[in-house]
């Protein structure tokens, strides 16, 4: 069983930055796609970004690309969100998924962590 751990998350003001982690424990993830997701009140969970852990192939959000980056570090088994130029339509709970199989759900969700940013 896998077991996804994010952390990093808090308040920042508009225009400043967080990088949040998604720690992976429970069984190899060579063939895996990491995702980060949001979810603000009232809305939707939407997707954020997604790194392969093979070759490191990444995919983002309109609404992310040029701010956010995502990147992994196999020999932890941890992925990180680098979220630069925040803006207030950033604030939302941040979680991360795990897809074993192109064209698999995402699942094994984290507990999430919180993202604030002020205006």
């Known amino acids: 069983q896998v077991q996804l751990v994010e952390s990093g998350g808090g308040l920042v003001q508009a225009g400043g930055s967080l990088r949040l982690s998604c720690a992976a424990s429970g069984r190899t993830f060579r063939y895996a796609t990491m995702g980060w997701f949001r979810q603000a009140p009232g809305k939707e969970r939407e997707f954020v970004a997604s790194?392969?852990?093979?070759?490191?192939?990444?995919d983002y959000a309109d609404s992310v690309k040029g701010r956010f980056t995502i990147s992994g570090d196999n020999a932890r088994n941890t992925v990180y969100l680098q979220m630069n130029s925040l803006k207030p339509a950033d604030s939302a709970v941040y979680s991360c998924?795990?897809?074993?199989?192109?064209?698999?759900?995402?699942?094994?969700w984290g507990q999430g962590t919180q993202v604030t940013v002020s205006s």
């Open positions: 998924a795990i897809r074993f199989f192109s064209g698999a759900p995402f699942g094994s």
């Open positions: 790194i392969t852990w093979s070759g490191g192939s990444t």
